[in-house]
């Protein structure tokens, strides 16, 4: 028997919310015209730095339909990370809290799967494809569209009871849904603590990031040297950066995860900064074996503690 799209978008977040997601919002699948004379611009003034890949498939990041053939919705969830675990020692290089535990990519990919299983196993056949940052999506753009929060002006999605600590992931179904048609009015406000926050002046104006400056793209994305204007200016950040988010007042609403994936490593937080700055591969791979970190590559991180140690 047929249900009408509302009892499919009820069961949808009820399951998702059930895999451990902290939010579900729903969005027709259409193209972002909003978003493309943003997105033009952006990369028209290099704020991608080396990051080519932004360049790629850019119809494909502006309509989901061309991702996923007969396209009809855009179901957005949100995976909380927050912790108040830090690294034992004050003057270790630091580390993102989002890469402590085991990499999000696998363990929110996995949940996607569950979830698509699930819609398939109590609605019928329904054809679609899971990503987490990691393909020609916009992410923030549709969780704003589907009510999930507002686009900061340190361009992370904030919401208002949660802050902006979670992943963002989506799946792109060709089933009718009932749609989330109240996108989250903006609360920064005058706020401009982000901006004035941010080492490396990345925030180039409100809402405006240029990439190619910003703490994470400098130790994760960038494979050539840092470039040296950024000496000192790193506040001893080896892997990401979150200091845009710990000054942000929204995120005081921040709740601790409950994800034992996300739990550190027994032996991460512990490590000292002569621990760091004399890790060897064999401690990199023990220590970092299912990490985010592993993006940088052994040679990247110890790139990345070089640059940071020079300036002592």
């Not at 927050?82 to 402590?100: G, H």
């Not at 200016?233 to 994800?259: A, Y």
Request: aromatic letters at 10%; hydrophobic letters at 35%; proline letters at 5%.
């Amino acid at each position: 028997m047929q249900h009408p799209p509302s009892a499919y978008s009820q069961l949808i977040k009820a399951e998702a919310k059930n895999l451990g997601f902290m939010f579900c919002g729903i969005a027709k699948a259409e193209f972002l015209e909003e978003e493309a004379p943003r997105l033009e611009n952006w990369l028209k003034k290099n704020m991608h730095g080396e990051m080519q890949y932004m360049e790629n498939h850019f119809d494909k990041r502006l309509d989901p339909r061309l991702l996923v053939d007969g396209a009809k919705s855009v179901i957005s969830l949100g995976f909380n990370y927050y912790t108040e675990s830090q690294q034992t020692d004050p003057l270790a290089p630091k580390i993102s809290k989002y890469a402590y535990g085991i990499d999000y990519h696998t363990v929110i990919k996995d949940k996607l799967k569950q979830l698509l299983q699930i819609i398939n196993d109590k609605i019928g056949e329904v054809g679609g494809r899971a990503f987490v940052d990691s393909a020609p999506v916009l992410d923030k753009a549709w969780a704003k569209k589907s009510g999930m929060g507002w686009i900061g002006k340190n361009a992370n999605l904030i919401n208002k009871q949660s802050g902006s600590f979670f992943f963002l992931a989506e799946l792109i179904v060709d089933l009718e849904l009932e749609y989330d048609i109240e996108p989250t009015a903006d609360h920064c406000g005058t706020c401009t603590r982000c901006i004035d926050a941010c080492p490396t002046d990345a925030i180039v104006g409100p809402y405006v990031v240029d990439g190619s400056r910003c703490i994470s793209y400098l130790t994760i994305e960038l494979k050539n040297e840092i470039p040296q204007e950024f000496k000192g200016k790193m506040e001893n950040w080896m892997f990401g950066c979150d200091i845009c988010q710990d000054v942000c007042p929204w995120n005081r609403f921040s709740v601790l995860h409950t994800e034992p994936a996300f739990n550190p490593h027994p032996e991460l937080l512990s490590l000292n900064k002569t621990d760091l700055e004399e890790i060897t591969e064999d401690v990199f791979q023990k220590v970092f074996k299912n990490s985010a970190v592993k993006r940088t590559k052994f040679s990247g991180l110890k790139r990345n503690i070089e640059f940071l140690k020079e300036i002592k």
